[in-house]
Each structure stands twice: as structure tokens, then as C-alpha cells.
């Protein structure tokens, strides 16, 4: 069968279950693969279009007046399909739309073999960015001119179909056999297609170049750069002119160059700090172009001395922002060849071995796991690193990558044959290589914090969004256990007869068997389960019972509760202990089972060493276990510096607790462990001073002041003409009790902004409940839609997916908290007005906020000025920045809270940011000035 019908629908709803029916058909047909037939009718559906698809399609009821009904087109469109494939992107909608339609006219459903780009798009393209249509044909450089169109929609479908089947056709002999044996489970019918592929290569192996093959797999072939001949005979002075001055490199290579004296001053600064061997603290403010200005002194000193130089950032997106955009751009600026790697932890790297493994395990195979597992073999033929962060896996797929990433090998052995064609290995062998290794807070925390085993030596390090570093620090030094992890983990070991772990590794020698205590085992395991629910159960009532005598824990539906105080009742606590400690009875008794069938096999001489390595890893973790509830409950009174603290959702179910415990001060841990081990660390990032001060960033870490140079950058923005600053003195004051009131204030100043500026609002919150409120006041007061309101943890998809949501709308109104506050960047006219609604300090009742605050308390210092207000100042100015990216941007920033103008402390706000005109006045008024600003 070689002929392709490709079908597309424009419909009034989702569901002909609901009576929505077809106002459009379009099919591409595909012969040879050419495109060689079209058609195209519109369908009068006898009821109203509703407004949101006439504004999608362009077609309103006018337009299908005339039209003929489905009934009257339903046999020529049934007929095209004869003796062909049905393809669509999204079968599911289209097919089931059109057979619901046949049925109903009473003719019989189509039962053609079907194939659905969506899902083989999403096998096949593996590192595309989304697979809707759009993004789709953007991605494969295809013309969309009348997107949801039925035949313009069919047209790229059937245009994207034969990119995909020729891309089927190129994979790898062992690719498209692997693909064969998940078939079954997918949406299209590809079986034909993959069994003649596979007859075709076996009768004539092509063999690429650029793939290697081992244990069934096919895998890009792993390349090491050789490291150039380096040196450098500039001076570092005419190093930078070379770059920075007139006639410079930036000069010639950079698009729209503008000169920026900071930018070289901080590269002066850094090169300095590394020559005294000092550490430094350095706040480089919008716009000063940090990337670059710390890059360059990096490569100059890494190649000069030639010792590697670390580059840390807080998220792994910055990690390859830097090696895929930042590096290339720097190499055709710096007069020096270079080699810079990226390193993460285990967790982000595929295992070949252990992917090998789990193909052949049948009980993996629902959806989502072998649609995880086509698109990581379509991967591996693509990608250079194996890093998981390339691609988006299905929603439960990244379960499926926890079981085959390298954390999950356990011990390494260099004698076994994966060991060469193992990621993590090839990305350490790069790193031990480069001149620059970029990595991130989290890795190198980890590296700190265990005797530096995790990175390449070094002696200097450049710390980006450095004021994250406390927090990562506090997290890897801590520990956290929950109630759903121990469950997977004990899952994931099974029962003797299951097809967990334990069976899968006794299994093996089914004959030894009899000697081993499996019944044993079994019960054991049971007795774990039940002591681990019912120990998170007593916890979940236990936080729930404090909340109701304590109104003030929480008042989101996310309580949490603080249990290193020594204010617990006490008999109920004994119960908890007890219950803790026969919990613990049962994980030694599968550690000493575990240990026992090791010790039998060994005495046989049968274990096979991925056989033992599993055994390690589950001991390892079940002691881990064992280790974190001691830590929480048993040792609790132990005086101890760290704060320990239960979360439970309130409306969750009744065992999901999170228990965890972090250290109240890192400093002294930072300065023992970090600081005084290395010879410079440089910690930059845009928010680092309060009020031009860096005593509160350098006593949270603990950098030493005896060899420290500080330095402010400031930004090259003109803030004094490019942004005003509003603050409204009429708003209700929330401090009694008027919090609807004040909701209703803020969102009436949101669309009367919005009339002024048309949309392109970005408005923060500090709590996603107050964030809600307004969203749903503001849905209820918006005349005729005006506005796409676009809410995080409400409108669906990731923070990078609303922020392409909300610069695609002409007129839109973006609402965050939390991640919003940094990291995202608007440029340009897409953001005019920037609302900041409560000044960002951490909610009081915080456990690790009030540990904190008693402890500095102890220490005679306050709290307030000593904690609170520098981490609400630092968010502030995190916020604050969303606003102006560019020279160009121009913007209104409107502060809702008063406290900015009215308390003794707001001036630690308004003077800890760029100066800028302040406005304080009736909410009316600032309306008036907006408009005449803008």
C-alpha cells in the first residue's frame, strides 16, 4: 500500500459526544511520496460557531451558509480513503470526529491503517522544541501560510509525513529493530513500514560513518577533541584592548556593538582577584553583559597558567546557554583557540548499559515507557553528549530515565565493554580536558560537600546568579525523605515472585534457589510497606492536628510544620519515634537479606558483577533510609545547627509528607569546606548588595574579608528616563484583614494599566492564593476578552512555554510568582508595565525562615534587618530587572504595596535599585501620568 490520505478537520468543539460538529474538511493526498491530489469543502453544521472558532479559523456562520451539510459529502470523502493509509496529526481528534460523523449519518466507520505525525514526529524528531503543527513545520523550515485552515493544515501534514518517512528510512539496522518490537504499542500502523525497512538493511547493511553499534544498540559515535597548542604572548591589557577597545574584536564581530565600560571593568576585576589569589564579590547590574565579561578573563587565565578555571551557574538552561551561545560567540572574540566542556551530574546522563537492559524487560511496556523508549533510541543516533536536558520526554518518561541514566549503574568497572561508551565517562574526559568547565550549583555543591571527587581539580572558580548559592548549599548539606520516593524505591526492589529487582537478579540462578530466605523476604518487604504508611499517616494527622491549634502554619493548603523545637506533645511524639524505630527494624532485616543472598552466590562463585552492583545500590539505599529517619527522629533532641520541618498537603492524600532538615548557617561550613580551599572564587550575579552593601551576601556564605575585593558594576541603561515608578497611597492596607479588598484594588489598577499600555503587563505575586484570587477577579470583570490573561499554574505549560505564549498575543497580561521573579526576559515592546503587588518577603511562618530568625535571634542580632529584609531587597531587585533588557526598553513599574513609601525600611528598597523618578500619589492620578508618559 503506497498511497497517503491525509486528513485535517475544522470543527465547533471537541467532542461530537456534545453535538459539536465539522465546518471544514481538507486532504492532501500522497502517491510516490509526492503530494499529488487536494481537496478541500467547507460543511454548514446546522447550529452556531462559536466566536473562539471563528477568531482561530476565519470561519463564521456567513461563510457556511451555502454549504453542504456532512451528510451530503460524507460518501466522496469516505471513498478517498480506499485502499490507503489515514494520516493525521492527532488521529485520535480526527479520525474519531470523522467516524463519529459516518455513524451518525449511518454509514459505517473508516478502519483504514492510520499513522499519526504527532507521535511519530515526537519518535522521530526527538530533539524538536514542541510538535504542534506550527512549531513543527517551523522546525523542519516548512511554509504554514493559513494555519488552521483544513487544506493548508493537511498540506504541511503530508509535506511533514514524507520528512518523517524519510527520515524512518535512514535510521540504523538495530534502531528500526528495536523500533519493531515496541510497535504494537503505538498509536500508527508502522509495522509494514519498519519490516521492510528491516528486510531491506539485513540484505544490505548500510553502515554510516558517524554511528557506532554494540549490544543491539546504535549509537552516534563518541568523539574527543584534540586539545590545540595554546599560549598566549599579549600582555592581559592589550589582551582586552584587543577585544574591547576601538578596532576590537566586539567592534567587528558584534551586530549593534555598543562600547560598555563595565563590562571591561569587571574583566579587570576578576583578572585581578585571580592574580592576588582573592576571592570577590561582584554585583553586575542589568545590561553590563556579565557572560562575556567573566568569560573572557576565565580563558585567559586557564590558558595563560594552563590550569582548568569552573564556571558555575544556578540552573542547567544557563549551563548550555553558555556552551551553545556564549562559547561560540567568545571564540571569534578572544585571540586564542580554547576548549570548553559542560559537566552535570549522573542523573542527567544516559546508561547504554542499563538502556540495553531495560528494552528487553516486556513489563515496561505501557505508552508513555515505549514511546519514552522509541524516542531515545531515534536519540541516540543524534546526540553527542547523551544529556537528557536535550529533548522533553512523555510525562512518566522521566521515571522510565531515572531506572537508565548513569546514577543508576551503581559501582563503575573500567574492564566492562559499556565502560567506553559510557556519557558521563565521555563528558568527564572532556572536562579533564577543557581550559573551561561549565557546570552548575548543584554538581559543584555536591563536589564541595564530598571531598571534591565529583569535578576535575581546580583552584579558581567563577560562581554565576551567585545569590543562589546559599540555598543549593543548605539543600545538598541537608536531606529529604517522602513518603512517594520510598515507596517507588521499594516497588522498584519487589517481592521474590514480582518483577522487581530481587526477582530479576535471583531469577538468574533459579536452580541455587532453595537455600535462600525469599518467604523471608517477602514478608519482611510487606512489613516495611505497612510500617512506612502507617508512620507517614500518623505524621500527615499529626501536622494536620497542630495546624487546626495553630491557625498561623499555613493558609495555602500547603502546611508545613517545624519538628525540631521540642514542642511536641509528647506521648503522640513517642508513638511516632517508636513507630520510626520498628520501621528501621524492618530496612536492616532487607539489608541482611540482601547481604545473605550476595554472600551465598559469592560462596558459589556464580554472581555476575551487574548482579552485585544492584545488590549495592539497593543496600545503599535502603541504609540511606535508615540514615535520614535517625537523623529526623531519632537523634531529634541532638543540639544541632539544622532546622527540621514536615510539608503535607492539606487536601492530599493522607501519607504524602515531606520530611526534611537544612542547616540554619552555612557560612562556617562554606568557609571551612570551600573558601579556604580555593585560591579565588569570584561570585557575580545582577542582585548581590542591599543598599550598595555586601555585608549580608558575604555573611550568608561566609566569604573571608582578610582576602576579598568587592566591586559594583553598574548598569549602562539610562534608568532615570527609561522607567518610572509608581506607588499607589489609596490602596486598602491588607494588614487588616482586607485581603479581597486589596485583590480587587490591585486588579482594577491591572486593567486600567493594561487600557494604557495595551496589554504587555507582567504582573508578580509573592503568593500563588493571591495570585488566584486575582485571576479569577480579573476573568470575571474583562469586557468582551480583551485581554489573553496568561497565569502560571493555571494557564498550562512550563515558564518558558507563557512567556512565548504571552509575547505571541498582541494584547496580554502575564501573571507569575516564585520562578517569574528571575530568569525570564522580555524585551523590548513586548513588556511595557512591570506590577510588582506585595514586596517579597518570605512568609514569616516559614520553618526554615523562623529556625533562622532564632538562631540569629540567639546570636544577638535581628532578624528582620539581618535576614528578612536583605532576601525580600534582593527579590525585589530580581523582579525590578524583568523590565528593562535593552538600551531601548521603556517601561512603567508599579509597586501596589505602600510599604515602600510608608514604613522606616521601604528605603532599603527604593535605594538598593538604579535611580529612578518615584511617584506617590492617588491610584487616579498615576493613571494620568502613565498616560502621559507613555
Not at 47 to 56: K, T, V, W
Not at 474 to 490: C, I
Not at 656 to 671: G, H, I, N, R, T
Amino acid at each position: 500500500m503506497d498511497r497517503y490520505v491525509v486528513i485535517d478537520l475544522e470543527t465547533t468543539g471537541h467532542s461530537p459526544q456534545k453535538g459539536d460538529k465539522i465546518i471544514e474538511v481538507g486532504i492532501a493526498v500522497i502517491e510516490g511520496d509526492e503530494i499529488t491530489d487536494h481537496f478541500a469543502t467547507l460543511l454548514n453544521p446546522n447550529q452556531s460557531i462559536p466566536p473562539f472558532i471563528s477568531g482561530l479559523t476565519g470561519i463564521n456562520d456567513e461563510d457556511v451558509l451555502d454549504a453542504p451539510s456532512f451528510e451530503e459529502r460524507a460518501e466522496d470523502i469516505a471513498a478517498m480513503f480506499e485502499d490507503a493509509y489515514l494520516i493525521a496529526h492527532n488521529v485520535p481528534f480526527d479520525l474519531g470526529f470523522l467516524n463519529a460523523e459516518l455513524v451518525r449519518v449511518g454509514r459505517q466507520p473508516l478502519k483504514n491503517p492510520v499513522v499519526d505525525t504527532v507521535e511519530l514526529a515526537r519518535i522521530l524528531y526527538p530533539l524538536a522544541p514542541g510538535y504542534k503543527l506550527g512549531q513543527l513545520a517551523e522546525y523542519l523550515e516548512l511554509s504554514h501560510d493559513d494555519p488552521h485552515r483544513a487544506l493548508s493544515d493537511a498540506h504541511v501534514t503530508a509535506e511533514i509525513f514524507i520528512r518523517l518517512k524519510e527520515k524512518l528510512s535512514l535510521l540504523p539496522y538495530e534502531t528500526i529493530t528495536q523500533l519493531q518490537k515496541l510497535e504494537k504499542l503505538f498509536k500508527s500502523d508502522l509495522s509494514m513500514f519498519l519490516l521492510e525497512l528491516e528486510e531491506d538493511l539485513s540484505f544490505a547493511i548500510k553502515e554510516r560513518a558517524d554511528i557506532d553499534t554494540y549490544g543491539g544498540l546504535a549509537f552516534r559515535k563518541f568523539e574527543m577533541e584534540k586539545k590545540p597548542l595554546q599560549e598566549i604572548t599579549l600582555s592581559y591589557g592589550d589582551y582586552l584592548d584587543s577585544i574591547y577597545e576601538a578596532e576590537g574584536t566586539m567592534e567587528a564581530k558584534m551586530a549593534k556593538y555598543e562600547k560598555r565600560d563595565g563590562q571591561r571593568k569587571m574583566s579587570e576585576t576578576i583578572y585581578d582577584a585571580f592574580q592576588m589569589s582573592h576571592h570577590a564579590l561582584i554585583e553586575a547590574e542589568t545590561g553590563t553583559g556579565k557572560s562575556l565579561a567573566y568569560l573572557i578573563p576565565a580563558i585567559y587565565e586557564a590558558v595563560q597558567s594552563n590550569k582548568r578555571v569552573i564556571i558555575s551557574t544556578h540552573t542547567t538552561q544557563l549551563q548550555t546557554q553558555l556552551l551553545d551561545e556564549e562559547i561560540p560567540m567568545i571564540r571569534e572574540l578572544v585571540p586564542v583557540p580554547f576548549q570548553a566542556a559542560l559537566l552535570k551530574g549522573k542523573g542527567h546522563y544516559i546508561s547504554l548499559e542499563k538502556f540495553e537492559q531495560e528494552l528487553s524487560d516486556p513489563d515496561q511496556n505501557n505508552y508513555d515507557t515505549a514511546l519514552t523508549k522509541a524516542k531515545l533510541l531515534v536519540w541516540l543516533t543524534e546526540t553527542e553528549t547523551g544529556d537528557i536536558d536535550e529533548i522533553q520526554l512523555p510525562s512518566s518518561g522521566y521515571f522510565f530515565f531515572k531506572k537508565i541514566s548513569t546514577e543508576a549503574e551503581g559501582r563503575v568497572d573500567p574492564q566492562s565493554p559499556w565502560f567506553k561508551y559510557s556519557y558521563y565517562q565521555h563528558a568527564r574526559r572532556k572536562a579533564q580536558q577543557a581550559d573551561i568547565i561549565i557546570t552548575n550549583h548543584s554538581l559543584l555543591c555536591t563536589d564541595i560537600f564530598n571531598d571534591y571527587q565529583f569535578l576535575p581539580t581546580y583552584d579558581k572558580l567563577i560562581i554565576d546568579e551567585a545569590h543562589h548559592l546559599e540555598e543549593t548549599a543548605s539543600r545538598h548539606y541537608g536531606l529529604k525523605l517522602d513518603y512517594v520516593s520510598m515507596q517507588y524505591a521499594f516497588n522498584q526492589l519487589g517481592a521474590s515472585n514480582d518483577s522487581g529487582a530481587l526477582n530479576k537478579i535471583v531469577s538468574g540462578y533459579s536452580y541455587e534457589l532453595d537455600d535462600l530466605p525469599l518467604e523471608n523476604w517477602n514478608h519482611i518487604l510487606s512489613q516495611c510497606k505497612y510500617e512506612m504508611d502507617d508512620l507517614f499517616r500518623t505524621l500527615f494527622q499529626y501536622v494536620v492536628d497542630q495546624k487546626r491549634k495553630d491557625k498561623s502554619l499555613s493558609d495555602t493548603g500547603r502546611i508545613q510544620y517545624r519538628f525540631d523545637q521540642g514542642d511536641q506533645e509528647p506521648e503522640r511524639w513517642e508513638t511516632i519515634k517508636e513507630m520510626a524505630n520498628r520501621l528501621i527494624f524492618y530496612l536492616r532485616d532487607l539489608i541482611h537479606i540482601l547481604s545473605m543472598i550476595e554472600a551465598y552466590f559469592h560462596s558459589k562463585g556464580l554472581l555476575e558483577k551487574q548482579d552485585e552492583d544492584e545488590i549495592s545500590k539497593q543496600v545503599q539505599l535502603l541504609q540511606s533510609f535508615i540514615d535520614r529517619i535517625e537523623h529526623l527522629f531519632i537523634h531529634a533532641e541532638q543540639v544541632d545547627t539544622s532546622v527540621k520541618w514536615m510539608e503535607v498537603e492539606a487536601y492530599g492524600a493522607k501519607n504524602a509528607v515531606y520530611l526534611y532538615s537544612e542547616p540554619m548557617d552555612m557560612s562556617k561550613l562554606l568557609a571551612d569546606d570551600f573558601f579556604e580551599k580555593k585560591q579565588s572564587v569570584i561570585l557575580t550575579s545582577a542582585t548581590l548588595t542591599m543598599r550598595n552593601s555586601f555585608t549580608f551576601i558575604r555573611d550568608r556564605l561566609g566569604v573571608p574579608e582578610e582576602r576579598l575585593i568587592s566591586e559594583k558594576i553598574t548598569s549602562p541603561f539610562s534608568y532615570a528616563d527609561q522607567v518610572q515608578l509608581l506607588i499607589p497611597d489609596d490602596f486598602p492596607d491588607i494588614k487588616y484583614g482586607n485581603v479581597d479588598e486589596f485583590v480587587y484594588a490591585t486588579c482594577e489598577a491591572i486593567l486600567s494599566l493594561a487600557e494604557i499600555t495595551d496589554g504587555r503587563m507582567l504582573v508578580l505575586f509573592t503568593s500563588y492564593e493571591m495570585l488566584r484570587k486575582a485571576h479569577a477577579v480579573l476573568k470575571e470583570n474583562m469586557d468582551n476578552q480583551d485581554y489573553v490573561i496568561i497565569a502560571q499554574g493555571i494557564s498550562s505549560g512550563s515558564r518558558s512555554r507563557l512567556k512565548k505564549n504571552f509575547q505571541t498575543y498582541n494584547q496580554a497580561i502575564l501573571l507569575g510568582t516564585s520562578s517569574f521573579w528571575e530568569g525570564v526576559d522580555i524585551p523590548g515592546e513586548d513588556l511595557s508595565c512591570l506590577m510588582i503587588v506585595r514586596l517579597p518577603f518570605q512568609p514569616p511562618d516559614h520553618p526554615v525562615y523562623q529556625a533562622k530568625a532564632d538562631y540569629l535571634q540567639q546570636s544577638g542580632k535581628n532578624a528582620f534587618f539581618d535576614l528578612a529584609l536583605p532576601n525580600a531587597v534582593i527579590r525585589f531587585k530580581q523582579g525590578f530587572g524583568r523590565l528593562i533588557r535593552s538600551t531601548s526598553d521603556r517601561g512603567i513599574v508599579f509597586v501596589c504595596d505602600a510599604r515602600i513609601k510608608k514604613s522606616r525600611y521601604g528605603r532599603f528598597f527604593t535605594q538598593s535599585i538604579p535611580e529612578v523618578p518615584i511617584t506617590y500619589d492617588s491610584t487616579g492620578r498615576l493613571l494620568e501620568k502613565a498616560e502621559e508618559w507613555f
